[in-house]
């Protein structure tokens, strides 16, 4: 994705090339799937030059994986990282991804290039993964969709369920029986848990009340990320006024995503909407989504300092959390472009289920 | 785990306190788990001073569950990170996990704490978890058991299964009924898929052959590693032997792991063991286990520098991988005291299923 665009900035910079390295000391660093489509779970160290065609060197256990589905034609096989460093990485200035690289790491790095000069390529990088190419909000499109499917054979089975548990083998089976992976650990809430926006799914039993479903799954590598609340029971005049209030908060976020718009004031009008209920909405409107399920360079929150592009994915998730009673939150990703349309697109309405 | 012995360390090299932070932009660092017990989803920043008592800081949304799992007593909310270090860390000399921390963090700290001269602790990090205290090693046990009673299981259960997927979500689903997690996500390879030791578990049918089952469990933080390799149809002697090859490999290198071997010399003769095999036994022997389900203090492979002592628990898992043909790996997490004993024990006798 956008190799082009990145090897423009390496000339404008004057940077030879950058390194973008997957080791044990590194935090993983997705920008290596973004440029090869390489996924690996071993080492994995991709080499873009201002002027040459990129390279990657991968761990002979993943050499003839990496062959068939890399994006960069040139995939060579790890011997020994110091010599093919010396070989291939020697030149004057070098980009590392600042946000990844350990200081270990980097000390390494000095050691075995000690004649080239480092500097920090992470702004530009997350500048490029900010706005999403034609390709990728497909795919992202196509997370959307298969998560809606998923969800809606959930909710029909939902009788069925007796434990959280039940609720997430049956999603996290569904993922997997096609052929995919969750994009992170699935969140399923139920009873005064669902209080707890970070609630770690139990084998207790489905409570009476609210009920967080929280999940996605990873499609060609790009992550879907949706959240519905059903009630379990018979519920209360009060309670589904709850339900539609923060329902009416994610519908009036959404509308307010325009172009221009700080993301900061997105999450300030949602606030200001909940009304005497803002002070239960504990957590962050919504967040980047792409290669990594929360991406790092903007987010709706009341410290960010971004304005809203065109191209930008991203989730709208406010939520209404009262410790020991319950908890609400309603999740879509959406894409920006002349207005913001959500991706997900189960339905919203209150869904009551007696169990 | 070990704060006191760390602590003394801090006073031997004259550190004032050590950071280990858990945000954004690093790796996560298990050490945050080990001596806290904490292992959040969120923001966390452990301060350990040499002569005062250690603090913790958490993000609001953990808060009131970090206080009550958190060994250290000391857990404060986090309000303004920068105004919090200023306050808690304002230390002549500050410690921090090299392996782990990423420059652009360095460079935030050394902003917000130009006073400080800043060094590296990760060796005497490492050096700790290498060994093993009676609490941790309680915990990889019982981890170890509870993989044990989920394989048995799944083999009185395996005629049910159709799809790799199948076995996959009968042994996730089993680790979560008990309320627990996977170590690491759980590999099941069949037929000629067995022959990549990275196999990614898919839907498709269960090969006639040799099926590889690679999975572990959580308990308490601490994880649990094992393989087992069972026959689906009917084997031919051939088969057999080569079975029983990987298997003698197996037990050989846990009767050579003894205390004072160097961790390089039981890889060794585990491959002089397979003969003319040992071209097909393409990774290492094994690795250190605990908190991280591969630690990285040592490993059983050619490049090691360690050698063997009391306390050290780690993974001993020879293969044969065979491309177009089949894989075998038998792996089980082991524990060395006076002599080496496996800590996962379901039986590795030859077994063949016909579906």
Do not use: W
Not at 163 to 181: N, P
Not at 195 to 209: C, D, N, V
Not at 251 to 274: H, M, P, Q, W, Y
């Amino acid at each position: 994705m956008r190799l082009k665009e990145f090897k423009e900035i390496l000339i404008k910079e004057n940077i030879d090339a950058c390194i973008l390295l997957k080791s044990n000391l590194n935090k993983p660093d997705s920008n290596i799937i973004y440029f090869s489509n390489l996924d690996l779970s071993d080492f994995c160290c991709l080499i873009i030059y201002k002027d040459r065609e990129p390279l990657v060197i991968v761990a002979k256990l993943e050499f003839d994986k990496s062959k068939k589905s890399s994006y960069i034609k040139n995939v060579i096989m790890l011997t020994n990282l110091l010599e093919q460093l010396k070989k291939y990485a020697d030149c004057r200035t070098i980009g590392l991804n600042f946000d990844c690289i350990s200081i270990k790491e980097y000390q390494r790095l000095t050691e075995i290039l000690p004649n080239s000069s480092i500097v920090d390529v992470s702004k530009h990088l997350n500048d490029l993964r900010k706005l999403k190419t034609d390709k990728e909000i497909k795919k992202i499109k196509e997370a959307c969709r298969i998560t809606d499917g998923i969800l809606e054979k959930c909710i029909d089975n939902f009788k069925k369920f007796r434990m959280e548990t039940d609720v997430l083998d049956f999603i996290e089976s569904q993922t997997r029986k096609l052929g995919l992976v969750n994009s992170f650990p699935t969140i399923i809430a139920s009873g005064r848990d669902a209080a707890f926006p970070h609630h770690i799914t139990s084998k207790k039993r489905l409570e009476r009340g609210f009920c967080v479903i929280d999940f996605g799954v990873k499609f060609n590598n790009y992550c879907s990320d949706t959240t519905r609340t059903l009630f379990i029971g018979k519920p209360s005049e009060n309670e589904k006024e709850m339900y539609n209030l923060v329902l009416a908060a994610q519908i009036n976020s959404i509308k307010s995503s325009k172009v221009g718009v700080k993301t900061l004031e997105v999450d300030k009008a949602c606030r200001k909407f909940l009304g005497k209920y803002q002070k239960y909405f504990i957590h962050g409107l919504g967040h980047q989504i792409g290669i990594d399920v929360h991406e790092g360079a903007f987010r709706l929150s009341k410290n960010s300092k971004d304005s809203l592009q065109k191209r930008m994915v991203f989730t709208i998730e406010p939520g209404i959390y009262i410790k020991n009673k319950f908890g609400i939150r309603i999740e879509d990703t959406v894409l920006l472009n002349e207005k913001c349309t959500p991706l997900t697109r189960f339905t919203k309405e209150f869904i009551a289920i007696n169990l």
